[in-house]
């Protein structure tokens, strides 16, 4: 794939958001948008492990798995390597952050259920990305779901007080959101190529 | 699927909040009573027939806490307000924190004001008045400090 | 050939979940493991510890308990102490609670605070007398429909140091629904020269974890841990005139103080003043008719403010505060113990004043 690691990372968050124009990671988007504070902790603790993970699955996929000729177990130990970090991060934070990982920590579990983080590992695989491509992809991705988080859960403390037809309370009203914000991101596309 | 739908409903925070309102952690009977409610659904629903009666939480919660001021004022023995209501406190040792995360403790005062005319009583403790206040919160059906709001508006004002 | 083709990718398998177990369990190893450590308390004593742990817990481990009211949560602030270094940076969850002097000076939260390396704290001597004790439950008396006394025996051969008027924190079991232990305090209401035992009088709150508990489930020889003596609250050794005021459990305390007073005899003028609602309200009123037969100079006042016809109740009514006046004879030379809620200690302690009692000798074990 012949596009500069650079124009990668703003594509990946505007023009191919991992949420909103894949709509990857929809789970933990939907309910912990609820609260303005977890939303911003959560989607930082993404960007980090979505940048390391899709560093260190590159470097599986092309050092162990291709060499070795089991391309085809490629879901099971992506899976693997991501919740290994996980927990690795998570005692990391403990020890040398403590104020960090009581801000943050408690999220890190919940990614390693976080679909857009194996989402990513295989885009980069499916597209061809080299080491660099995959990083700034990574951590592009990371960001974009940071901000539609972020755009969620402040429309959604908007409406709090707002009149929301009972049939279309929570779950309901946020997906219209998230469908009228994607159509808005669907403007972007087409402007980078990056597949 | 169930287990993942529940995993995903809830945010961190809102399951340690559902853990401290169980029975056995702040209080004997927990916040919730026999409610199959979530607890945010029994504050929005508590909030909608506020709101069709007219009066804010708020504004209860000054009520409440007028009453248990007044019966503070009189050494905590029974005392008569305007002629209506008999209010009265009890104190014990100790406090109790909120369910709702956030750090302070609330002091044991429990206070009964009785109508007069209609001989209904309410019993509420400081924590309640604040659950009230801040939270909106009421408490789940048949929990030991429910009160309905229509029943306060009805025999406290 | 098929078959060795899937032993070797099964055996290649193995080795990544293998391989990334084994970073797992020796990280956990490095990074959760912070070795021994040691605790400098007050420049005098050291104690060796393995770190990893709250320093209120580790400390706790160490027979050494620093305060509590909320179990360690982070709710209450009761376990403030210094941290001189060691401590690590502050805290998210110690901010809410500490003023800008205590941060100032090193004040920190005992519960928040991990012990992860070397660590030097200086914390009241008081504490030291702190203990942890495990007892068995003697004896269970109904004073009222709502109070019960509970003697707690010690067990293993030990025994209590404490001073009349002050405190213990009692565990409660997990019975029922109710899963975990909760931690209350109740006044010790018998003598301290009883070193194997004590008494507490405890009265039912509603919805109470721990008096539900006792009202319901504890039984004679059940076994109860508790741990204390706490509280600055306790009688000032002067010849003072003495003015008690204080109603329901609020007794304990000052039961204890006539019981060491009879044990130790004085001939200081004292008055007690229990306020209660009706005759219902009233308990250990023997015990206290008896205290007038003892001391010479000694008398019960109950005060019933809400007397029912049935009750037939001919001594006083309304509230305590007027018969001060009678029992004071002289206000620079009077002292005033008072034991109950804060609203009744700040009516108390506002009449006092007004009949000219100083205001630092008033003292009070406020409940809330």
Known sequence: MDISAFVLFWAAIFTSNILLTNFLGMCSYLSVSREIESSAGLGVAVIFVLTVTSALNWLVYHYILVPFDIVYLQYIVFIIVIAAFVQFLELLIERYAPALYYTLGIFLPLITVNCAIFGVSLFMIIRNYNFLQSIAFGAGSGIGWLLAIMMLAGIRRKLKEKMVPQGLQGAGISLIITGIMAMGFVGFSGIVQIQ | MTVLGDIMKKTPNEKKILAKMQPGIITYGGFLGTDKRSYLQIIADDEKALEALGKTAEEIADRLEFFQQKSFDSFEASTVVDDTWEVETEVVRGYLPCPFLHQGMYRKSYTTVKNLKSKKSFTFSALNIHLIRVHHFFEGKNSHFRMEPADLLKELF | ?368
């Open chain 3, 1 to 368: 050939m098929m078959i060795t083709r899937i032993l070797t990718d099964v055996a290649l398998m193995s080795a990544i979940g293998g391989i990334l177990a084994l970073i797992m369990v020796i990280a956990q190893r490095w990074l959760s493991n912070y070795g021994e450590v040691s605790i400098n308390i007050n420049g005098k004593r050291e104690l060796k510890v393995t770190g990893g742990n709250t320093l209120l817990s580790t400390l706790s481990d160490q027979q050494i308990f620093i305060p509590s009211a909320c179990g360690g949560r982070g709710s209450c602030g009761a376990c403030k102490c210094k941290v001189e270094s060691g401590g690590g940076p502050l805290l998210p969850t110690e901010r809410p609670l500490l003023t800008k002097e205590e941060m100032a000076s090193n004040v920190r939260l005992a519960c928040q605070v991990k012990v992860k390396s070397d660590i030097h704290i200086h914390i009241p001597e008081s504490i030291f007398n702190i203990r942890r004790f495990n007892s068995v439950v003697e004896e269970i008396i109904d004073y009222t429909y709502d109070i019960k006394g509970i003697t707690f025996k010690l067990i293993e051969g030990q025994s209590i140091d404490f001073k009349a008027g002050q405190y213990v924190q009692l565990e409660s079991q997990p019975y029922e629904k109710i899963k975990d232990k909760v931690i209350r305090a109740y006044s010790i209401s018998s003598k301290p020269e009883l070193k194997d035992r004590i008494q507490l009088i405890i009265r039912q709150v509603p919805d109470g974890i721990c008096t539900t508990w006792v009202h319901k489930h504890v039984k004679v020889g059940d076994k109860v841990n508790f741990t204390g003596p706490y509280g600055d609250f306790y009688l000032r050794d002067t010849e003072a005139d003495i003015l008690f005021v204080a109603g329901g459990s609020g007794k304990a305390p000052i039961k204890s103080i006539l019981e060491h007073l009879k044990e130790v005899g004085t001939e200081r003028r004292m008055t007690y003043f229990f306020g209660a609602r009706t005759r219902k309200d009233l308990y250990l009123s023997e015990e206290m008719q008896a205290f007038e037969k003892v001391f010479t100079q000694f008398e019960y006042v109950p005060v019933l403010s809400h007397p029912e016809t049935e009750d037939n109740w001919t001594g006083k009514t309304g509230f305590v505060m007027p018969y001060f006046k009678d029992a004071i004879r002289d206000p620079k030379n009077t002292e005033a113990y008072l034991c109950g809620s804060p609203g009744m200690i700040s009516a108390v302690t506002k009449s006092l004043k007004e009949y000219g009692i100083d205001e630092d000798k008033i003292y009070y074990d406020s409940f809330g």
